[in-house]
């Protein structure tokens, strides 16, 4: 039976949705509950109808977020496979493509948010580390037949840091040589086909 949601579960999404963007733009400071609540078209007075505190919204945030980029990367991923990529070369070219530098707001969360998930609350480690470990298992997953938890380790650390050093360079010819750089030297190291 499917059960429309209710009027107060819409607004929760809402506020999730809108924090999930802030958090990946602004990184986990730059989330300030008075301007999630406005972006989401409601007052700051609501936000404790909806959460205890601004580390359970930026956990439910940093979730959705990570459901988001992974749904995201396994469309792309899909139709590369589809037009016969590898599965490890269709995660590294869809990690490291010019798109995924843009797009900030969208992407990876643990490439936007890698350098602090370790400085947060006791609230917001688990939840960081679940996505460090989904982007593992993903590349896992990927990996083809005899590749190593280790080298599923590796090479999402080098996806991450990559896209995060692409980045600061900037959506330019020097921080797209970069992507370029690595996406072609994982796939000579790890990729058989």
């Known amino acids: 039976m499917d059960t429309k949601p209710s009027r107060r579960e819409t607004t929760h999404e809402r506020i999730v949705e809108v924090a999930a963007r802030v958090l990946r733009r602004n990184g986990y400071s730059g989330v300030g509950v008075a301007d999630v609540m406005k972006q989401?078209?409601?007052?700051?007075?609501g936000f404790y109808a909806h959460f205890p505190s601004r580390d359970a919204l930026l956990a439910e945030a940093l979730e959705h977020a990570g459901r988001d980029s992974a749904a995201?990367?396994?469309?792309r991923i899909g139709r590369r496979v589809a037009r016969g990529q590898s599965a490890l070369q269709a995660l590294v070219e869809s990690y490291l493509s010019e798109s995924h530098l843009r797009e900030v707001e969208a992407g990876c969360v643990v490439a936007a948010l890698g350098s602090e998930m370790h400085r947060q609350t006791p609230e917001l480690l688990e939840p960081s580390a679940a996505r460090v470990r989904g982007l593992i298992a993903m590349?896992?997953?990927?990996?083809?037949a005899g590749g190593t938890p280790e080298q599923a380790m590796v090479i999402a650390g080098t996806l991450v840091g990559t896209l995060q050093l692409a980045r600061t360079l900037g959506d330019n010819a020097q921080g797209k040589a970069l992507?370029?750089?690595?996406r072609s030297a994982l796939l000579a190291q790890y990729d058989a086909a």
Do not use: D, I, K, N
């Open 40 to 45: 989401a078209g409601l007052t700051h007075g």
């Open 72 to 75: 995201l990367m396994g469309r």
């Open 139 to 144: 590349v896992q997953q990927a990996l083809p």
């Open 179 to 182: 992507l370029a750089a690595a």
